[in-house]
């Protein structure tokens, strides 16, 4: 963990408590034992991912607001499971509990770890692997039958089988349909188990999008979709990238899910088109490497990527229809939206939540003239992006999560 990471626009940091010898600036309050505990639990990423990439990401800003909470007594903060052998052959940190200050509190990390790097794929096993998981999770925080505590967990396995007596309320926060991920396939018969006790036994079960709200827990789920920071697209805030002519951009990972032949259609009407993100499919790099007038800039730095999509002409999402893509809620949309740029789009259910300022396209066909048009609505001034940023900041998402944490 880098001491004093700068995330959020640097409104928020995160170091060591002076307890371990870093000498912070800020105070570290006290929890109030008489407020709720909670403890987060993530499920891809650990706290070390979330400060390398800036606080970008749905759980990394539910990390924040749960800490930024006076509501929220102690606050734990539990990594997904992580192998033995492979720590120590990368040489990471082996403490299993360490302390932490963000926004002024001390938050105590929990590293759960197994020798398996892997979960079984069946179900007893992922029933078994996961209550052991929690009871870990429990047992490193300090917490017990008589000092409890709520979990708030985007794995759904977590959520589906944590049992141990800590555990007082368990809230579920689905990010992605993990029972319609690709690379999740081996897991998706456990998935579908997973969503069927989270509908039963779960307190509130939130989601991105509400196709993934009916899939998890239907009639009962809220939907929560993403959201920006505020602070940092606020008009003004970074200057937009210089560009000598108009271009277009995609800001999201090289993957399966984009389709690749829009961008053509797209060059018909603008003569650049930037991709700012990293590369998970090669396969599907290389084939927008081979498309003239494609640029990729590979992962950007926060600030940078703001200076690049505040820049553009219009904001793509060339996602196929897919499952996948149905139930997310692309974060790339509210980051576009927030820059006041006019949005082309495939036309899934995430995206009408932009409103008049998305062009959404049913075929290939309709994706030219869609860019035009969207090109001739023009970007929002200043007052246009600020009402939109108010109505779309994660402050302003993730209220409800935090109030069911606090109940």
């Known amino acids: 963990m880098t001491p004093h990471a700068r995330g959020s626009g640097g409104r928020y940091r995160i170091g060591k408590t002076p307890a371990q010898g ?4 800020e105070t570290c309050p006290v929890a109030d034992e008489q407020m709720p505990g909670v403890v987060l639990s993530l499920v891809l990423e650990t706290v070390d991912t979330i400060v390398e990439r800036e606080f970008c990401r749905p759980p990394d800003q539910a990390f924040l607001a749960l800490a930024g909470s006076p509501a929220v007594g102690s606050f734990v903060v539990a990594d997904p499971w992580r192998s033995w052998p492979v720590d120590v052959v990368k040489r990471r940190p ?74 007082d309320r368990c809230i579920y926060v ?3 349909d993990f029972a319609a991920a690709p690379r999740k396939r081996a897991w998706w ?7 069927r006790r989270i509908a039963d036994r779960c307190d509130a079960v939130f989601s991105v999008s509400d196709e993934l709200s009916e899939r998890i827990a239907a009639g009962r789920a809220i939907t929560l979709p ?19 002519r108009p271009y277009a951009v995609y800001a999201g990972s090289v993957e399966g899910r984009i389709d690749t032949d829009l961008f053509h259609q797209v060059l018909k009407v603008v003569p650049e088109v930037l991709v700012a993100g990293p590369c998970v499919d090669p396969e599907v790099g290389s084939a927008l490497e081979r498309i003239p ?10 600030d940078e990527l703001v200076s690049v999509v505040t820049g553009a002409s219009v904001g793509l999402i060339p996602h196929r229809d897919t499952p ?3 139930a997310m809620s692309p974060l790339k949309l509210y980051e576009y939206l927030a820059a006041g740029l006019p949005v082309v789009a495939t036309d899934l259910p995430p995206v009408a939540e932009g409103g008049d300022r998305v062009w959404r396209c049913k075929d ?7 860019v035009s048009g969207a090109l001739k609505a023009g970007r929002l001034d200043d007052a246009g992006r600020r009402a939109v940023i108010d109505h779309i900041s994660w402050s302003a998402r993730l209220e409800p999560l935090v109030a069911a944490a606090t109940r």
């Open 324 to 326: 996948m893509t149905r």
């Open 189 to 195: 018969p456990a998935y579908r188990e997973a969503y």
């Open 174 to 176: 689905g990010q992605d």
């Open 364 to 370: 290939s066909s309709e994706w030219a003239d869609a």
């Open 22 to 25: 870093q000498g912070s600036t």
């Open 293 to 302: 007038g494609v640029v990729l800039l590979g992962t950007l730095r926060q």
């Open 226 to 244: 993403n959201g920006i920071d505020a602070e940092r697209w606020a008009p003004g805030k970074l200057p937009a990238r210089r560009a000598e």
């Open 94 to 167: 082996l403490r299993s509990t360490s302390q932490l200050t963000v926004a002024g509190r001390t938050v105590t990390r929990v590293r759960p770890r197994r020798l398996a790097r892997t979960h079984p794929t069946d179900l007893p096993g992922v029933a078994r692997t996961f209550r052991h998981y929690s009871e870990l999770v429990g047992r490193l925080a300090g917490y017990t039958r008589d000092r409890r505590a709520t979990l708030v967990t985007y794995d759904p396995f977590v959520a589906a089988h944590a049992e141990a007596a800590w555990v």
